[in-house]
Protein backbone atom coordinates (compact mmCIF):
# COMPACT_ATOMS: atom_id res chain seq x y z
CA UNK A 1 0.00 0.00 0.00
CA UNK A 2 3.04 2.65 0.86
CA UNK A 3 4.65 2.04 -2.32
CA UNK A 4 1.14 2.30 -4.52
CA UNK A 5 0.97 5.72 -2.72
CA UNK A 6 4.24 6.64 -3.29
CA UNK A 7 3.93 5.84 -7.13
CA UNK A 8 0.49 7.37 -7.16
CA UNK A 9 1.77 10.63 -5.40
CA UNK A 10 4.71 10.74 -8.14
CA UNK A 11 2.24 10.58 -10.75
CA UNK A 12 0.72 13.54 -9.60
CA UNK A 13 4.03 15.44 -9.02
CA UNK A 14 4.96 14.44 -12.43
CA UNK A 15 1.18 15.70 -14.22
CA UNK A 16 1.27 18.62 -12.42
CA UNK A 17 4.67 19.55 -13.17
CA UNK A 18 4.09 19.19 -16.96
CA UNK A 19 0.68 21.02 -16.86
CA UNK A 20 2.41 24.00 -15.04
CA UNK A 21 5.57 24.52 -16.92
CA UNK A 22 3.65 23.99 -19.93
CA UNK A 23 6.49 21.89 -21.60
CA UNK A 24 6.02 20.50 -25.04
CA UNK A 25 5.03 16.89 -24.94
CA UNK A 26 7.90 16.07 -26.86
CA UNK A 27 9.78 17.11 -24.52
CA UNK A 28 8.15 15.70 -21.26
CA UNK A 29 5.00 14.12 -21.50
CA UNK A 30 2.61 13.77 -18.47
CA UNK A 31 1.46 10.40 -17.15
CA UNK A 32 -1.85 10.76 -18.80
CA UNK A 33 -0.17 11.27 -22.56
CA UNK A 34 2.46 7.75 -21.60
CA UNK A 35 -0.70 6.09 -20.45
CA UNK A 36 -2.87 6.89 -23.74
CA UNK A 37 0.33 5.56 -25.63
CA UNK A 38 0.71 2.70 -23.46
CA UNK A 39 -3.06 1.96 -24.21
CA UNK A 40 -3.34 3.06 -28.32
CA UNK A 41 0.37 1.19 -28.83
CA UNK A 42 -0.87 -2.18 -27.17
CA UNK A 43 -0.81 -3.72 -30.51
CA UNK A 44 2.98 -2.68 -31.25
CA UNK A 45 4.57 -3.25 -27.47
CA UNK A 46 2.88 -6.57 -26.74
CA UNK A 47 5.11 -8.22 -29.77
CA UNK A 48 8.08 -6.31 -28.90
CA UNK A 49 7.82 -7.02 -25.28
CA UNK A 50 7.92 -10.32 -25.53
CA UNK A 51 10.55 -10.36 -27.91
CA UNK A 52 12.63 -8.87 -25.63
CA UNK A 53 11.63 -11.14 -22.58
CA UNK A 54 12.42 -14.08 -25.01
CA UNK A 55 15.94 -12.59 -25.62
CA UNK A 56 16.60 -11.84 -21.72
CA UNK A 57 14.85 -14.99 -20.23
CA UNK A 58 17.72 -17.12 -23.24
CA UNK A 59 20.41 -15.03 -22.35
CA UNK A 60 19.32 -15.35 -18.27
CA UNK A 61 19.73 -18.71 -18.68
CA UNK A 62 22.70 -19.31 -20.78
CA UNK A 63 24.91 -17.14 -18.74
CA UNK A 64 23.80 -18.44 -15.54
CA UNK A 65 24.95 -21.93 -16.88
CA UNK A 66 28.12 -20.94 -18.01
CA UNK A 67 28.20 -19.40 -15.08
CA UNK A 68 27.93 -21.90 -12.73
CA UNK A 69 30.21 -24.31 -15.19
CA UNK A 70 33.31 -21.85 -14.99
CA UNK A 71 33.25 -20.85 -11.53
CA UNK A 72 33.25 -25.09 -10.68
CA UNK A 73 35.98 -25.15 -13.16
CA UNK A 74 37.90 -22.55 -11.18
CA UNK A 75 37.82 -24.39 -7.91
CA UNK A 76 38.35 -27.88 -9.27
CA UNK A 77 41.16 -26.57 -11.08
CA UNK A 78 43.25 -24.05 -9.77
CA UNK A 79 45.33 -22.75 -11.47
CA UNK A 80 42.46 -22.02 -13.97
CA UNK A 81 41.21 -20.15 -10.94
CA UNK A 82 44.03 -18.04 -10.58
CA UNK A 83 44.44 -17.13 -14.52
CA UNK A 84 40.61 -16.14 -14.70
CA UNK A 85 40.13 -14.23 -11.77
CA UNK A 86 42.24 -10.82 -12.42
CA UNK A 87 40.18 -11.70 -16.01
CA UNK A 88 37.04 -11.05 -14.28
CA UNK A 89 38.00 -8.44 -12.76
CA UNK A 90 39.20 -6.61 -15.68
CA UNK A 91 36.28 -7.42 -17.76
CA UNK A 92 34.00 -5.61 -15.52
CA UNK A 93 35.85 -2.44 -16.69
CA UNK A 94 34.76 -2.82 -20.02
CA UNK A 95 31.60 -0.53 -21.12
CA UNK A 96 29.09 -2.67 -22.23
CA UNK A 97 28.28 -0.25 -24.97
CA UNK A 98 31.17 -0.67 -26.04
CA UNK A 99 30.54 -4.36 -26.39
CA UNK A 100 27.18 -3.85 -28.24
CA UNK A 101 28.50 -2.68 -31.73
CA UNK A 102 31.12 -5.60 -31.95
CA UNK A 103 29.18 -8.03 -31.33
CA UNK A 104 26.66 -6.94 -33.98
CA UNK A 105 29.42 -6.86 -36.14
CA UNK A 106 30.46 -10.11 -35.42
CA UNK A 107 26.91 -11.81 -34.84
CA UNK A 108 24.73 -9.72 -37.42
CA UNK A 109 21.23 -8.28 -36.67
CA UNK A 110 19.17 -10.82 -35.56
CA UNK A 111 18.61 -12.25 -31.84
CA UNK A 112 22.44 -13.76 -31.21
CA UNK A 113 24.07 -10.35 -30.50
CA UNK A 114 21.49 -9.40 -28.32
CA UNK A 115 21.38 -13.05 -26.58
CA UNK A 116 25.04 -12.58 -26.31
CA UNK A 117 25.04 -9.51 -24.73
CA UNK A 118 22.82 -10.87 -21.73
CA UNK A 119 25.33 -13.78 -21.33
CA UNK A 120 27.93 -11.33 -21.01
CA UNK A 121 26.09 -9.45 -18.49
CA UNK A 122 24.76 -12.15 -16.43
CA UNK A 123 27.94 -14.28 -16.47
CA UNK A 124 30.18 -12.27 -14.69
CA UNK A 125 28.49 -11.89 -11.15
CA UNK A 126 26.77 -15.49 -11.25
CA UNK A 127 30.77 -16.32 -11.58
CA UNK A 128 32.26 -14.15 -9.49
CA UNK A 129 29.56 -15.08 -6.27
CA UNK A 130 29.68 -18.45 -6.93
CA UNK A 131 33.10 -18.63 -7.27
CA UNK A 132 33.38 -16.89 -3.92
CA UNK A 133 31.21 -19.27 -2.45
CA UNK A 134 32.85 -22.31 -3.48
CA UNK A 135 36.03 -20.96 -1.93
CA UNK A 136 34.48 -20.05 1.69
CA UNK A 137 32.84 -23.28 2.94
CA UNK A 138 32.80 -24.17 6.97
CA UNK A 139 36.78 -24.74 7.83
CA UNK A 140 35.94 -27.71 10.13
CA UNK A 141 33.76 -29.03 7.51
CA UNK A 142 36.54 -29.26 5.00
CA UNK A 143 38.45 -30.84 7.40
CA UNK A 144 36.30 -33.57 8.18
CA UNK A 145 35.61 -33.83 4.61
CA UNK A 146 39.69 -33.81 4.04
CA UNK A 147 39.74 -36.68 6.75
CA UNK A 148 37.52 -38.97 5.44
CA UNK A 149 39.36 -38.96 1.93
CA UNK A 150 37.14 -37.02 -0.09
CA UNK A 151 37.91 -36.59 -3.43
CA UNK A 152 38.34 -33.27 -5.51
CA UNK A 153 35.01 -33.45 -7.16
CA UNK A 154 33.63 -35.20 -4.18
CA UNK A 155 33.98 -32.30 -2.02
CA UNK A 156 32.98 -29.72 -4.25
CA UNK A 157 29.56 -31.84 -4.68
CA UNK A 158 28.85 -33.12 -1.32
CA UNK A 159 30.02 -29.51 0.62
CA UNK A 160 31.36 -26.53 -1.67
CA UNK A 161 28.47 -26.46 -3.63
CA UNK A 162 25.77 -26.72 -1.01
CA UNK A 163 27.60 -24.23 1.20
CA UNK A 164 27.37 -22.08 -1.78
CA UNK A 165 24.12 -21.94 -2.50
CA UNK A 166 23.19 -18.23 -0.70
CA UNK A 167 25.59 -16.71 -2.70
CA UNK A 168 25.21 -18.69 -6.10
CA UNK A 169 21.53 -17.09 -5.39
CA UNK A 170 22.89 -13.64 -4.34
CA UNK A 171 24.75 -13.64 -8.02
CA UNK A 172 21.55 -15.00 -10.13
CA UNK A 173 19.28 -12.12 -8.70
CA UNK A 174 22.34 -9.34 -9.84
CA UNK A 175 21.76 -11.12 -13.19
CA UNK A 176 18.31 -11.17 -13.23
CA UNK A 177 18.11 -7.46 -12.24
CA UNK A 178 20.95 -6.84 -15.44
CA UNK A 179 19.84 -8.85 -17.78
CA UNK A 180 16.92 -6.59 -19.41
CA UNK A 181 19.69 -3.79 -19.98
CA UNK A 182 21.67 -6.08 -22.11
CA UNK A 183 18.61 -6.96 -24.54
CA UNK A 184 17.56 -3.78 -24.73
CA UNK A 185 21.32 -2.06 -25.12
CA UNK A 186 21.70 -4.84 -27.62
CA UNK A 187 18.46 -3.63 -29.58
CA UNK A 188 19.49 -0.19 -29.21
CA UNK A 189 22.59 -0.78 -31.04
CA UNK A 190 21.71 -2.97 -33.82
CA UNK A 191 18.29 -4.28 -33.92
CA UNK A 192 15.11 -3.69 -35.91
CA UNK A 193 12.38 -5.09 -33.08
CA UNK A 194 12.49 -5.25 -29.52
CA UNK A 195 11.42 -3.21 -26.89
CA UNK A 196 15.04 -0.95 -27.15
CA UNK A 197 14.51 -0.87 -31.08
CA UNK A 198 11.18 0.84 -30.56
CA UNK A 199 12.40 3.21 -28.19
CA UNK A 200 14.74 4.65 -30.89
CA UNK A 201 12.44 4.84 -33.58
CA UNK A 202 9.75 6.04 -31.01
CA UNK A 203 12.75 8.75 -30.79
CA UNK A 204 13.46 9.39 -34.21
CA UNK A 205 9.60 10.11 -34.73
CA UNK A 206 9.65 12.68 -31.75
CA UNK A 207 7.01 10.12 -30.26
CA UNK A 208 8.42 10.55 -26.39
CA UNK A 209 4.97 9.71 -24.72
CA UNK A 210 6.00 5.91 -26.99
CA UNK A 211 8.81 6.22 -25.47
CA UNK A 212 8.20 6.58 -21.75
CA UNK A 213 5.44 3.73 -22.25
CA UNK A 214 7.98 1.33 -24.14
CA UNK A 215 10.42 2.20 -20.81
CA UNK A 216 7.31 1.37 -18.44
CA UNK A 217 7.34 -1.98 -20.36
CA UNK A 218 10.69 -2.82 -20.02
CA UNK A 219 10.45 -1.79 -16.14
CA UNK A 220 7.52 -3.91 -15.70
CA UNK A 221 8.71 -6.96 -17.74
CA UNK A 222 12.06 -6.46 -15.61
CA UNK A 223 10.40 -6.76 -12.27
CA UNK A 224 8.81 -9.74 -13.14
CA UNK A 225 11.45 -11.61 -14.24
CA UNK A 226 13.16 -10.56 -11.13
CA UNK A 227 10.02 -11.52 -8.81
CA UNK A 228 10.24 -15.44 -10.23
CA UNK A 229 13.58 -15.87 -9.88
CA UNK A 230 13.61 -14.62 -6.65
CA UNK A 231 11.16 -16.32 -5.39
CA UNK A 232 12.37 -19.89 -6.91
CA UNK A 233 15.51 -19.07 -5.44
CA UNK A 234 14.02 -18.32 -1.94
CA UNK A 235 11.79 -21.85 -2.33
CA UNK A 236 14.80 -24.00 -3.14
CA UNK A 237 16.79 -22.29 -0.52
CA UNK A 238 13.95 -22.78 2.15
CA UNK A 239 14.05 -26.43 0.95
CA UNK A 240 17.52 -27.01 1.76
CA UNK A 241 17.66 -25.31 5.17
CA UNK A 242 19.08 -21.67 4.31
Known amino acids: MRALLAIAAALLLWEGFVRVTALPPYLL ?3 LSVGTALWESRAELAPAAMLTAWETVLGLALGATLGIATAAAMVAFPRLGRALSP ?3 VSQTIPVFALAPILTLWLGFGMAPKVAMVVLIVFVPVTQALYDGLMSPPAAQMDVVRTMGAGRWAE ?7 AALPRLASGLRLGAI ?3 VGAVIGEWVGGARGLGALMIQAN ?10 ALIVVVAMSLT ?3 IVDRTLARMLERRGF
Open 29 to 31: PGP
Open 87 to 89: ALV
Open 178 to 180: YAP
Open 156 to 162: LRHLRFP
Open 225 to 227: IYT
Open 204 to 213: GRMKTDLMFA
